[in-house]
């Protein structure tokens, strides 16, 4: 679905993924690490795929065999990243930044501004898990206040 949606909203709106690792997923820390050793190397679609349709299996060797079906080009180099747990600081920052929004659960999309100078952000939060028309609607209104 987020395919679709950058598709048809390209040039207008941007998007960004941020984790949020819930502390009841015991391995959601592991997983949103991997996934930024695997931005390392290009796309993450494939990979997070494969992190969807086995929400139960993502241990450390889980996420090394996914990273192999994904067709990394360098898997040894995901290996040491994922080992070394390069983006540890990464996602606990964006944990902080989540708790700072008022993020409780996931999935949670935001959309709106950022202001970095200010360092405020602006917008309607949806949490939860919620159908392609519910992200649409909030787009175009979103679109609509900022006349684009």
């Known amino acids: 679905?987020?395919?679709?949606?950058?598709?048809?909203?390209?040039?207008?709106?941007?998007?960004?993924?941020?984790?949020?690792?819930?502390?009841f997923h015991k391995e959601a820390d592991e997983s949103a690490i991997a996934i930024e050793?695997?931005?390392?190397?290009?796309?993450?679609?494939?990979?997070?795929?494969?992190?969807?349709?086995?929400?139960?299996?993502?241990?450390?060797?889980?996420?090394?065999?996914?990273?192999?079906?994904?067709?990394?080009?360098?898997p040894a180099r995901f290996d040491r990243c994922l080992d070394a747990r390069r983006y540890q600081k990464r996602v606990e920052r964006d944990m902080?930044?989540?708790?700072?929004?008022?993020?409780?659960?996931?999935?949670?999309?935001?959309i709106g501004r950022v202001d970095h100078k200010k360092d405020k952000i602006t917008g309607v939060l949806l949490i939860g898990a919620r159908g392609r028309s519910s992200y649409e609607e909030a787009l175009e209104r979103f679109l609509k206040e900022k006349g684009k």
């Open 96 to 110: 902080q930044a989540g708790n700072a929004i008022g993020v409780t659960g996931t999935p949670a999309v935001l």
């Open 1 to 23: 679905m987020v395919a679709e949606l950058k598709k048809k909203y390209r040039g207008r709106v941007s998007f960004s993924l941020r984790h949020f690792p819930l502390d």
């Open 37 to 74: 050793c695997v931005r390392d190397q290009g796309p993450i679609e494939a990979f997070h795929r494969f992190l969807f349709q086995n929400q139960r299996a993502q241990k450390v060797p889980d996420l090394k065999r996914y990273a192999r079906q994904a067709r990394l080009p360098d």
